[in-house]
């Protein structure tokens, strides 16, 4: 088996695992590291032999693009005091307890190496948590602070990991330059990705077409992180600032199909990378196990240690930080998500599991320094990385379920539904509002005027029946029972049609290119 075909089996196992996983009611990133752990004893499995500089730029971009379309800037500006608290702050607590730890357990390693690995097991990753948490019912106050302290203190860690990256690698560090170059890297970084968003919102409006719109946000996250990073400035948060900026400026209401198979695209691509990114930490692992320095009782030891610090600051941050947060949310009354009680600040706790942006930052550790001597510590700390990633996963990941049900934090249902249909009434008076502009400018037949109104009025009853009462309600309801019968049978049509046409493309002197022009037509009549 060579290098190509084992990337293939890690994307094929990246697909077959979240449906094992949840099966097995596991993450489907901890079967992707055991998988990789299990392909690593194969004697016909052959090294992984990808240079640490090409997995932060693969890696990272693509992923922070696909979790940036769950958030948007209102949620980002209106929790910015809670993100900060926790991407700022507390990856630099972590990152310091770590490494003290660290130099106390392996007094070899150089307190940059130290710091190194504190950086890269600081930060949760949101795609973990939210895998886990998303079917639990949270609040989505909690959901909404994971999410954007996954997001934003992966900047914070990454930032603080080529610090001490550097520092090992050219033996030399200086505080003021270090403070000179994450300033000039933030700037830089912003002006690229809002140069960049705005150069990519112009050309999606000149594509037109949404498979050229798609293929072009998958290119956008690469190349804002690459000229960001060659420019000195952080390719990691100009990543997020160009995705931020086309959430919220590069969204066209009526372009329905390139939002559903743009939003199916990238979670393809968000499945995909994330499973390879555990397969490889997996894969690495009985390399680093085989060849690490200190003996393996200690290389356990260092790890429990590890473990027991990164999930114990957290717990003793938040709690004095959640407090905090509630009391100036109160004094200046802000439009903020805080967790509400201890319970739901223990749930945040809990739910703060390491994922896919330590292990790219564990895979990017250089192999040699400047001097060409081996990066120092470097499998220890991939090794403890790894195993900070797999205890916080699954201890934490089978646990969360329980814990959420024996604190009984569940999401403000009445709060949604009441948003839910104040949503449904706002979009059928935007209907009726529209259809009184057409009817004053051209003149409809009644009998066509008056099935649009049921329309604009059936618009919100779809989205939330609440709105109509009860006589209506189940008027409502016969009328939909009919039109999904109209519908199921319609679908069957449209079936036995693409049937047909599917079937004359094999048939002599059929083009095929017609054959896909009719089914097309086809599919958008089902899709409608």
């Known amino acids: 088996m060579d290098q190509l075909a084992l990337l293939f089996v890690l994307l094929l196992g990246a697909v077959v695992t979240v449906p094992l996983g949840e099966r097995l009611g596991l993450p489907a990133p901890v079967l992707m590291t055991l998988l990789g752990a299990v392909l690593a004893l194969l004697p016909f499995v052959p090294n992984v032999s990808i240079p640490p500089e090409l997995i932060l730029p693969l890696l990272l971009p693509p992923l922070l693009y696909a979790a940036v379309q769950r958030t948007s800037w209102r949620q980002f500006t209106a929790n910015i005091r809670p993100i900060l608290l926790l991407a700022v702050a507390l990856v630099f607590v972590t990152t310091t307890a770590v490494a003290a730890v660290a130099q106390a357990v392996f007094p070899a390693l150089p307190i940059a190496a130290a710091v190194v690995l504190g950086a890269l097991v ?24 994971l999410e954007g302290e996954g997001l934003f203190n992966d900047v914070t860690a990454i930032v603080l990991y080529h610090a001490a990256v550097g520092a090992v690698v050219s033996g030399t560090f200086s505080w003021p330059g270090a403070v000179g170059e994450l300033v000039l890297s933030a700037v830089v970084a912003v002006a690229v990705g809002l140069a960049l968003g705005r ?33 000195l400035g952080s390719g990691v948060l100009a990543v997020l600032v160009t995705a931020l900026y086309l959430a919220e400026h590069a969204v066209d209401a009526d372009d329905v199909l390139w939002r559903l198979a743009g939003n199916t695209f990238w979670q393809v691509v968000d499945t995909l990378v994330t499973g390879v990114a555990f397969g490889l930490i997996g894969l690495e692992l009985y390399h680093v196990f085989g060849t690490a320095d200190s003996p393996g009782g200690r290389l ?33 009354d802000l439009d903020e998500e805080i967790p509400v009680g201890w319970r739901e600040t223990v749930v945040m706790w809990w739910s703060g599991m390491r994922g896919v942006a330590s292990v790219a930052l564990a895979l990017a550790i250089p192999l040699r320094t400047e001097d060409g001597s081996p990066f120092p510590g470097r499998d220890v700390i991939v090794f403890i990385a790894f195993a900070v990633i797999m205890t916080t996963l699954v201890l934490q990941g089978l646990t969360l379920p329980w814990l959420v049900k024996r604190l009984g934090v569940r999401a403000d249902t009445d709060a949604e539904r009441a948003l839910e249909r104040d949503l449904a009434l706002r979009a059928a008076r935007a209907a009726k509002h529209r259809l009184k502009e057409i009817e004053e400018v051209e003149e409809l037949p009644e009998d066509l005027a008056d099935r649009l109104q049921r329309a604009a009025y059936d618009i919100g009853t779809r989205i939330s029946p ?15 029972g009919r039109q999904r019968a109209f519908l199921r049978v319609q679908r069957e049509m449209l079936s036995a049609a693409r049937h047909e046409v599917l079937a004359a493309r094999s048939e002599p002197g059929v083009d095929p290119e017609v054959v896909d022009r009719v089914l097309q037509h086809l599919d958008v009549r089902s899709l409608r």
Do not use: C, N
């Open 122 to 145: 600081a930060p949760p990753d949101p795609v973990a948590a939210t895998a886990v948490a998303g079917s639990l019912g949270l609040p989505r106050r909690l959901v909404s602070i």
């Open 466 to 480: 609440d709105i109509v009462g009860e006589e209506r309600r189940e008027w409502f309801a016969r009328r939909a």
């Open 199 to 231: 150069l990519s919102e112009w050309l999606m409006g000149r594509l037109g077409d949404p498979t050229l719109q798609i293929g072009l946000t998958l290119l956008v996250p690469f190349v804002s992180y690459v000229i960001a990073e060659d420019l």
């Open 300 to 332: 356990v030891a260092g790890s429990v240690l590890v473990v027991a610090t990164v999930i114990g600051v957290r717990l003793l941050y938040l709690l004095p930080a959640a407090r905090l947060a509630k009391r100036l949310h109160k004094r200046r």
